[in-house]
């Protein structure tokens, strides 16, 4: 089934210039770019794209890291897209996640000194989409549907053929 997933790279992403390391990553996979825009995040966004996490106590530093800097927002689809997308993302603590993926191999955690608390917010490097609810409810928070390209490429037609 074709999908599309809104993707985030992080304030520390854009920082550590991985924005086009991680884009070709997921054109290599075969994704299809359907929407792209390099932003600040002011916080009423953060607070919509956020929302569930907003009443939490650690949702201020989550606000802190998201409005921090400027983020590259973009839509991507193809088949199983978020799934795909997801299992290429890794694992969200970046500490947990497998050496191959975009936040295992690139995602960098400071944590607190034994006895120190955890006040700094998970530096993950990169937001994907997790259900094809949330895709939809956070596309629409980024991206108005005239932003949205549809467009057919050689590659999908050859695919197409063979199927």
Same mark, same amino acid.
């Given at each position: 089934?074709?999908e ?6 992080k304030p520390?992403g854009v ?5 086009g390391?991680v ?7 075969g994704?299809?770019?359907? /929407?792209?825009?390099?932003q600040t &995040? ?6 919509? %794209?956020? +929302?569930?996490?907003?009443?939490k #106590?650690f949702y ?13 927002v ?8 978020i ?5 290429m993302v ?7 996640a497998?050496?191959g993926?975009?936040r295992?191999?690139f995602a960098?955690q400071a944590?607190? /000194?034994?006895?120190?608390?955890? &006040?700094?917010?998970?530096r993950?490097?990169? %937001?994907? +989409?997790?259900?094809?609810?949330e #895709?939809?409810?956070e596309?629409?928070i980024?991206?108005s ?7 057919s490429?050689?590659?999908d037609?050859q695919l197409s053929?063979?199927?």
């Open positions: 089934m074709y599309k997933s809104l993707v985030i790279v520390d920082q550590r210039s991985l924005v390391t884009l070709s990553r997921f054109e290599a996979a994704l299809k770019i359907h /929407a792209m825009k390099f &995040v002011p916080a009423e966004q953060s607070k919509k %794209h956020y +929302s569930e996490h907003v009443e #106590a201020p530093t989550v606000e802190e890291y998201i409005t921090s800097g400027p983020v590259l973009f839509v991507l689809g193809g088949h199983n897209a799934k795909k997308i997801r299992t890794g694992a969200t603590e970046p500490a947990s497998l050496p993926t975009i295992g191999d960098h944590y607190p /000194a034994p006895g120190e608390p955890d &006040v700094e917010p998970i993950n490097l990169i %937001h994907a +989409s997790a259900t094809p609810d #895709a939809a409810n596309i629409s980024w991206f549907e005239d932003e949205l390209v549809e467009y490429r050689d590659i037609n053929l063979k199927n």
